[in-house]
């Protein structure tokens, strides 16, 4: 590695991060340590359209470029992206994909440092192929990536870089309200459309919730709970404020101001969802629903993170008790 690194004056370092937004999140602990161990370095990354807001909060990238890693790409889709890689001659490349058809890319483009999970076709054309450990939380398993840059330290917590604009913004949204002096709870129950056309159950149902904010609003009178509504949460926020009139909408336009809504909750509730690794990286304390998904994978170790996981791997079968249980702790 530092025979390597001693021939680049300024390196250039791209990372391929297919996923969504809470892929990218999850990434970000492995960009900032890559980052603090190559400071003068230009890291840029490649991810898909839908994830590229989440760079908003993100301190380590210089670019960001996107590409539909899961669409059915023609070659002239992947001839543009070999391009963009070969024209800013990258001295380093990793890649969260498992792919041959990525690993082939990443051959072509004669970067001389590529490095990914082997265990598959793909690992002919890395020069440092990297073992996968799925069974580990997700941060962890891709900060293990950084081996091959000889980079052995623990991986860090998630931490994002709200901007200040957007920290006014949310402090202006809690007057708005009417929150800012006495606190909320925080709660978004959506999923993504991608997740949904995959058939993956995500959302908690509304009589459920009902359950949940009834008995908070029973229990605490004066600890108003506000809904996260975003783009794709529209019907699901709908019935909720048909079920439960006294409950607030907030509606942040962007990753920023989303980040610093949270950041001032005093709970979070939540399902396995982008909302869910932001309320992690701002240290919000979070109890969060999973279905079908593995709470050890996608959530830290950590005290103020708190999974629950359907039984059934239904969403529909956690039991609004247990939930209101793991709140207050009886």
């Given at each position: 590695?530092?025979?390597?690194?001693?021939?680049?004056?300024?390196?250039?370092?791209?990372?391929?991060?297919?996923?969504?937004?809470?892929?990218?999140?999850?990434?970000?602990?492995?960009?900032?340590?890559?980052?603090?161990?190559?400071?003068?370095?230009?890291?840029?990354?490649?991810?898909?359209?839908?994830?590229?807001?989440?760079?908003?909060?993100?301190?380590s990238v210089q670019d960001v470029f996107g590409f539909d890693f899961k669409d059915r790409n023609a070659l002239a889709d992947w001839g543009n992206l070999l391009g963009i890689i070969r024209d800013r001659e990258y001295d380093a490349v990793l890649s969260l994909g498992q792919r041959w058809s990525v690993g082939v890319l990443l051959w072509l483009t004669g970067v001389p440092k590529r490095v990914g999970y082997g265990g598959g076709g793909e690992s002919l054309f890395l020069t440092d192929s990297i073992s996968l450990k799925t069974e580990q939380y997700a941060a962890e398993m891709y900060h293990?990536?950084?081996?091959?840059?000889?980079?052995?330290?623990?991986?860090?917590?998630?931490?994002?870089?709200?901007?200040k604009s957007d920290i006014?913004?949310?402090?202006?949204?809690?007057q708005r309200l009417g929150v800012?002096?006495?606190?909320?709870?925080?709660?978004?129950?959506?999923?993504?459309?991608?997740?949904?056309?995959?058939?993956?159950?995500?959302?908690?149902?509304?009589?459920?919730?009902?359950?949940?904010?009834?008995?908070?609003?029973?229990?605490?009178?004066?600890?108003?709970?506000?809904?996260?509504?975003?783009?794709?949460?529209?019907?699901?926020?709908?019935?909720?404020?048909?079920?439960?009139?006294?409950?607030?909408?907030?509606?942040?336009?962007?990753?920023?101001?989303l980040s610093a809504m949270i950041a001032a909750a005093n709970l979070m509730l939540c399902t396995d969802s982008a909302p869910m690794h932001l309320a992690v990286a701002v240290q919000t304390y979070t109890i969060?629903?999973?279905?079908?998904?593995?709470?050890?994978?996608?959530?830290?170790?950590?005290?103020?993170?708190?999974?629950?996981?359907?039984?059934?791997?239904?969403m529909a079968d956690i039991s609004p008790q247990e939930v209101l249980q793991k709140m207050w702790g009886s």
């Amino acid at each position: 590695m530092m025979g390597w690194q001693a021939q680049v004056t300024k390196m250039r370092i791209v990372a391929l991060v297919p996923g969504g937004i809470g892929d990218q999140i999850l990434f970000f602990p492995t960009l900032d340590d890559l980052k603090q161990s190559y400071p003068e370095a230009e890291v840029d990354v490649v991810v898909e359209p839908r994830a590229k807001d989440a760079y908003r909060v993100c301190k380590s990238v210089q670019d960001v470029f996107g590409f539909d890693f899961k669409d059915r790409n023609a070659l002239a889709d992947w001839g543009n992206l070999l391009g963009i890689i070969r024209d800013r001659e990258y001295d380093a490349v990793l890649s969260l994909g498992q792919r041959w058809s990525v690993g082939v890319l990443l051959w072509l483009t004669g970067v001389p440092k590529r490095v990914g999970y082997g265990g598959g076709g793909e690992s002919l054309f890395l020069t440092d192929s990297i073992s996968l450990k799925t069974e580990q939380y997700a941060a962890e398993m891709y900060h293990d990536l950084l081996h091959g840059f000889g980079i052995n330290t623990p991986c860090p917590p998630l931490k994002i870089n709200v901007p200040k604009s957007d920290i006014q913004w949310a402090e202006g949204e809690q007057q708005r309200l009417g929150v800012k002096e006495s606190g909320y709870i925080l709660i978004h129950g959506g999923s993504s459309q991608l997740a949904q056309k995959k058939g993956i159950d995500k959302i908690y149902p509304v009589d459920s919730w009902k359950q949940v904010i009834q008995d908070v609003q029973q229990r605490q009178p004066n600890l108003p709970v506000v809904i996260i509504k975003g783009p794709e949460d529209k019907a699901l926020v709908e019935g909720l404020v048909k079920a439960c009139p006294n409950v607030k909408v907030t509606s942040p336009d962007d990753i920023g101001k989303l980040s610093a809504m949270i950041a001032a909750a005093n709970l979070m509730l939540c399902t396995d969802s982008a909302p869910m690794h932001l309320a992690v990286a701002v240290q919000t304390y979070t109890i969060a629903l999973f279905g079908p998904t593995d709470p050890a994978k996608l959530l830290p170790k950590r005290d103020r993170f708190l999974g629950i996981k359907s039984p059934t791997g239904k969403m529909a079968d956690i039991s609004p008790q247990e939930v209101l249980q793991k709140m207050w702790g009886s």
